[in-house]
């Protein structure tokens, strides 16, 4: 079975910076490019970021580029954001996906960012 | 950026009817489109890929159509269970971006 747990919830002031992690199992993780979604309170989902497999390329939406940073650890199973100069726009629910014959087969159940002062 | 203009907002619909959602694309994607179902504090689920293919596990009253820039999620025989918020994504180009989402609520 297919499990995405992230982990690195919380709350943060703006300007700082924050680190999530999804650990992946129930399949082969160094296969798979892997995503970062993320939702506002009450809003809809946006995009952020996609490392391909064997992390050769990255992609990220223009709110986060410079700012947010996607890797993975594919000896860990672990795919990472790390999130610097944080701002309220930030606050939302970030979930981790897997891409397959689709995008995003799979997520993770989401950890909540909460940025503010 | 491709925007995708999804409609309606929000859908009021009986068990066992028929709905249909649309999805408008601002350029061609190519069938690169697929739609997610998220239930209220669920994670969003994998309905239909590349326009019109039925991911494993999903019941057949789902079925997506389309080509170019324009796209419909369509749902048959409404069930309790697909009460729910509707999503749009196209694949085609970076950023890949969502459609705003569309509640369907069950009368």
């Known amino acids: 079975e297919v499990q995405l747990v992230e982990s690195g919830e919380g709350l943060v002031q703006p300007g700082s910076s924050m680190k999530l992690s999804c650990v992946a199992s129930?399949?082969?993780?160094?296969?798979?490019?892997m995503n970062w979604i993320r939702q506002a309170p009450k809003k809809g989902l946006e995009w952020i970021a996609l490392?391909?497999?064997?992390?050769?390329?990255?992609y990220y939406a223009d709110s986060v580029k410079g700012r947010f940073t996607i890797s993975r650890d594919n000896s860990k199973n672990t795919l990472y954001l790390e999130m610097n100069s944080l701002r309220s726009e930030d606050t939302a629910m970030y979930y981790c996906?897997?891409?397959?014959?689709?995008?995003?087969?799979?997520w993770g159940q989401g950890v909540m960012v909460t940025v503010s002062s | 950026d491709i925007q995708m203009t999804q409609s309606p907002a929000s859908l009021s619909a009986s068990l066992g009817e028929t709905v249909s959602i649309e999805c408008l694309a601002s350029?061609?994607?190519?069938?690169?489109l697929a739609w997610y179902q998220q239930k209220p504090g669920k994670s969003p689920q994998l309905l239909i890929y590349?326009?019109?293919s039925l991911q494993d596990g999903v019941p057949s009253r789902f079925s997506g159509s389309g080509s170019g820039t324009q796209y419909s999620l369509k749902i048959n025989s409404l069930e309790s269970e697909d009460a729910a918020t509707y999503f749009c994504?196209?694949?085609?180009?970076?950023?890949?971006?969502f459609g705003g989402g569309t509640k369907l609520e069950l009368k």
């Open positions: 996906a897997k891409d397959g014959m689709a995008p995003f087969d799979y």
């Open positions: 129930g399949f082969t993780f160094s296969n798979y490019g």
């Open positions: 490392i391909y497999y064997d992390s050769s390329s990255k």
């Open positions: 350029e061609d994607i190519y069938n690169n």
């Open positions: 590349y326009a019109s």
């Open positions: 994504l196209q694949d085609s180009e970076y950023p890949w971006t």
